[in-house]
């Protein structure tokens, strides 16, 4: 149990004692270490209810906690023994509660950090995370990238929290697209050039391209692409011959892209379960939406769903001719799901904003069914990449793929580190080089390096701020490699390994585990950069868990930012490997520790934290 929980438990005891009857205690973080390592504001919670001015409620449950002086003295002895974690209370207006925690408690939570085991909640709840779900035979652009990465942070926080994560990559393979995709490709296409190219899904949309400048000539060819999807719904040989064909090409772009990106997904053997899996499964879903009543009739013919007292505009579930939409095969994606994994999984959508309105509609549809709780169901929602003068658009061709974004990445973060660090790139190593050029390193494996920070770039760059936010597309922003940035991140966790690498040199100790098992926390007289790493250290696993509760990556990524920043002010300020043997061995060990939160910490962020840059 992390010392936030138990200061929260601590407290609801002690307002049961008081006769108070209060719901859950909300325990936050302070943000100046002034104000202790704790806060919370329950006492100006209760005083209007109690009738009460704030602070005179705050010094009551003071009292209750059995503090010998409210205004900030040390616990007495007697105290100590129901209250060991805690060296004070503060009460400060208009009616905060601080507390401070004993620095050997702070230690052991640090401590704690470097033993593996495996995470365990209080319940191994089990989700379903539905991320990235590109479209086949469009491009995987820029704007599929943060559904992509916010997705896979969210999969990786709830993974680290002990819960069961199924990953599902709801591919748009089926729909009408795809009769004017055959269109096209029937047109004006060659399929064994298409079959040949590099990037086939290229060639796709520039067909997929060509048959909207041509529709608009020639309106007939939107018959035709009807025509040609009720054929491929129907079964016809060459219509499913021409879409298998598209799903293929496809992958062998999104294959690459998502092995490039670090992202990997469990269903369906890693493919996830794309629309056209369920195109003979909606019959189930129809059936239980009848046997409730939900379907009636709509103006035109169409079979929709009416909401009770019109919370909802109608949401329409079959066309006037029978034919299935989005809506059809959502519904029975999740009912599939409901049977596969089991009436208590929790399912996550991660997809634009613009669908809110559309999942609300599926989740309260869920709900009538008996289905889902409401809490069962749950929309992430991300902005999106814009150019300043608009949207993107397939169909015009006014995207940015994101292949190129990633070779753009790699080539600026190779340039800057070959800037910064003066290196010479061989085929199989690099040497670096001093200002009078002398040799001063080798090493392999960098292009690879330069590879990892790139594709760290672009991933903190959207995990470091909220995801309802839009961003707008700029190449120097997006591929940041300075301040608050991927590479920032990682070259800290770089300076942590060059640390406990000349410490291990210089000390002849192989075994960096050594290093904290004799410290006591109790009696070390820390300094203040000391004091605020400790202090930040001992937030990581209780950031991991708000992070998941939240379903927020940005959480942990500001904590890590924190992190890096204290650290590198300590590694300027505190001498370590030249120290005195106490100070070294407490400032090794906070070197120790920091570099496992950062390494663990991007690795739930999906971003690589390589030993040396």
């Known amino acids: 149990m992390d010392i936030k929980t138990q200061i929260e438990q601590i407290l609801q005891t002690s307002l049961a004692h008081m006769g108070i009857e209060e719901g859950k205690v909300l325990v936050s973080q302070s943000t100046d270490s002034s104000h202790g390592e704790y ?16 602070l005179e409620v705050a010094e009551e449950i003071a009292q209750e906690l059995r503090i010998k002086h409210p205004k900030g003295t040390s616990f007495s002895e007697a105290a100590n023994q129901e209250l060991r974690l805690l060296d004070k209370i503060e009460i400060v207006e208009p009616g905060f509660i601080n507390f401070f925690v004993k620095k050997e408690v702070l230690g052991k939570a640090a401590v704690d950090l470097l033993e593996d085991k495996e995470a365990s909640g209080k319940e191994k709840k089990k989700y379903v995370v539905e991320y990235s779900s590109p479209n086949i035979a469009k491009p995987f652009t820029v704007g599929h990238l943060r559904s992509t990465i916010i997705g896979d942070a969210v999969a990786n926080l709830l993974e680290a929290t002990g819960s069961i994560v199924y990953r599902d990559n709801h591919v748009g393979d089926w729909g009408t697209q795809f009769g004017k995709q055959i269109v096209a490709i029937k047109k004006w296409g060659n399929e064994e050039a298409i079959s040949k190219s590099l990037n086939p899904v290229k060639e796709l949309v ?41 799903i293929e090409w496809s992958w062998k772009e999104f294959d690459q892209i998502y092995k490039e990106l670090g992202v990997s997904f469990t269903e369906n053997n890693g493919r996830g379960f794309g629309e056209a899996y369920f195109e003979d499964k909606m019959q189930p879903a129809i059936a239980a939406l009848e046997e409730k009543n939900l379907l009636k009739e709509g103006e035109e013919g169409a079979q929709l769903v009416f909401f009770p007292h019109d919370i909802l505009p109608p949401m329409m579930v079959l066309k006037k001719d029978g034919a299935t939409l989005y809506a059809t095969r959502d519904l029975a994606t999740d009912y599939f799901r409901l049977h596969r994994y089991g009436k208590d999984i929790i399912i996550i959508n991660e997809v634009g904003t613009e669908q809110s309105l559309y999942l609300k509609q599926i989740y309260k549809t869920e709900e009538i069914l008996g289905w889902f709780k409401p ?9 999106h990449y814009r150019f300043k003068e608009g949207k993107m658009a397939t169909r015009k061709g006014n995207v940015i793929w994101l292949e190129n974004v990633l070779e753009e990445a790699k080539h600026r973060a190779f340039n800057i580190m070959t800037r910064t660090h003066n290196i010479e790139w061989g085929e199989d190593y690099v040497e670096t080089k001093s200002k009078d050029n002398t040799p001063t390193a080798k090493f392999s494996t960098m292009p690879t390096i330069s590879d990892q920070v790139a594709i760290g770039a672009l991933k903190w760059n959207d995990l470091k701020r909220s995801p309802e936010q839009d961003i707008l597309f700029n190449w120097d922003d997006i591929l940041n490699m300075q301040g608050n940035s991927g590479p920032y991140l990682q070259y800290t966790y770089v300076r942590t390994q060059s640390v406990l690498r000349k410490w291990t040199i210089e000390s002849g100790q192989l075994k960096i585990e050594t290093i904290g098992k004799g410290i006591n926390f109790q009696t070390y007289t820390f300094s203040r950069e000391e004091s605020e790493l400790l202090r930040t250290i001992s937030f990581f696993e209780e950031t991991i868990s708000q992070a998941a509760t939240q379903f927020a990556p940005h959480i942990l990524a500001t904590y890590l930012f924190t992190l890096a920043q204290q650290f590198n002010l300590f590694y300027q300020k505190q001498p370590i490997l030249k120290a005195e043997k106490i100070e070294q061995e407490m400032r090794l060990f906070l070197v120790l520790v920091t570099a496992k939160v950062l390494k663990e910490g991007l690795k739930i962020l999906g971003i690589a934290a390589p030993e040396r840059m």
Request: with cysteine; net charge negative.
């Open 206 to 246: 520039g067909l997929y391209v060509k048959f909207h400048e041509e529709a608009e000539k020639d309106p007939t060819l939107e018959n035709e692409a009807r025509l040609w999807f009720k054929k491929l719904e129907d079964g016809d040989s060459e219509a499913r011959e021409l879409w298998k064909k598209c």
């Open 39 to 54: 806060t919370t504001n329950v006492a100006m919670v209760i005083a209007k209810e109690l009738g009460k001015n704030p």
């Open 375 to 383: 809490e069962q169901r749950i929309h992430i929602k991300h902005g």
